[in-house]
């Protein structure tokens, strides 16, 4: 058996994806069903990648080659997966064994008919179609936690949309070797390199990201979903009234101003509603109507407004910019810098500066 430099990276392939799983297997997370999940991916990898090395190996045996029917199954997975990051207490339910009836069809053709060229293009769309409803399902969740949480960047999980969309293109290019390459050895096989390599790049991007997303936030609640609908539904059904709203508005403000819940990077929309023996839902009105931002906005005008009093007062404290990010409750540098743009006009830095040059005008005036 000869191994060439696309079987080394299958072989390498096959070490990643089965390395995370016995890590994955072996650790306490796995009680997340989220990360199941991810073993159940990177499991079918595995088999695919060691099937795919033994019968391109030609290694005789008794094996049905069901390798030409496994990508049906990467799509359902891989959404089950993105939909358990999003929600909290996730479960799959019955129905869903409904998304394999694609694979099970496609494994009764492979053993009626051994015609399998149009499993390509059957593959691609499925896939496609299970992106689609994973986009869709990741824009829904981050329009409830922007009402719903005040760390927005940290949770929104913008990430799996770039690796979709990396999957995508990954997708294109098997088309393409597939159907526009095939009788050109040297460019399917450039092609296949290159496409081995993505899926390395994918399944360690995914594994490290997915594990970090889990730990960091557990996902949306029914609740959660329940502040966003009254928020679409312009709180048509909401008995609370204009004086009622004045007087939450009010009372949201003094709690802000004087107790500064803010600075508590994780805070959500229920602790602070307990704060104002308040109903989450009527605080989130409250938020919208007498304000007219969501509940991240909302927070995190107040992070910026203390910043900005810090960064003028730091000549005096010796505070760095990054010391004063975690201290009014922002928890990465991008978040912090994107909020205090989107306020103030300016990056944190270029308002420090700009307080300096106004300091040293002053000065020469007074001279």
Not at 105 to 114: A, I, Q, T
Not at 185 to 209: D, G, M, Q, R, W
Not at 262 to 283: A, C, D, T, V
Not at 324 to 348: E, H
Request: aromatic share 12%; charged share 20%.
């Amino acid at each position: 058996m000869e191994f060439q430099p696309i079987s080394i990276l299958q072989v390498l392939l096959v070490f990643q994806s089965l390395f995370f799983c016995f890590f994955l297997l072996t650790s306490r997370k796995v009680k997340h069903i989220s990360n199941r999940l991810l073993v159940a991916f990177l499991g079918l990898l595995s088999i695919h990648m060691i099937l795919n090395l033994i019968f391109e190996s030609k290694i005789p045996g008794a094996i049905v080659d069901l390798t030409p029917t496994l990508g049906f199954i990467y799509g359902p997975i891989l959404y089950w997966y993105i939909v358990s990051l999003t929600r909290h207490s996730y479960q799959l339910r019955w129905n869903s064994i409904l998304d394999l009836i694609p694979w099970v069809v496609s494994v009764v053709l492979l053993f009626l008919s051994k015609n399998t060229d149009w499993f390509g293009i059957a593959i691609f769309s499925s896939m496609v179609f299970y992106i689609s409803r994973s986009v869709q399902k990741i824009s829904h969740y981050q329009k409830v936690i922007l009402d719903t949480q005040s760390r927005f960047e940290s949770i929104a999980l913008s990430w799996i949309k770039k690796l979709l969309f990396f999957l995508i293109c990954i997708l294109l290019l098997e088309v393409l070797r597939n159907f526009f390459l095939a009788g050109y050895p040297l460019l399917e096989n450039v092609a296949y390199f290159i496409l081995t390599l993505s899926l390395l790049i994918f399944v360690l991007t995914l594994t490290y990201k997915g594990l970090k997303q889990s730990e960091v936030y557990n996902g949306i609640t029914v609740e959660d979903e329940e502040i966003t609908k009254d928020k679409v539904m312009k709180y048509k059904n909401s008995a609370l009234t204009s004086e009622q709203l004045d007087e939450y508005a009010s009372k949201l403000q003094d709690i802000m101003d004087d107790q500064r819940p803010y600075r508590n990077p994780s805070l959500n929309i229920g602790e602070l509603s307990k704060m104002l023996k308040i109903n989450p839902r009527h605080l989130s009105q409250t938020i919208n109507s007498e304000f007219g931002v969501n509940f991240s906005e909302y927070v995190n005008s107040h992070r910026v407004e203390e910043a900005k009093t810090q960064l003028k007062n730091s000549s005096q404290t010796g505070k760095t910019v990054l010391e004063i990010l975690f201290d009014v409750g922002f928890n990465t540098k991008s978040n912090f810098n994107t909020s205090f743009k989107q306020i103030t006009g300016k990056t944190p830095s270029e308002y420090k500066a700009d307080i300096e040059k106004e300091k040293v005008l002053f000065r020469d005036s007074g001279r």
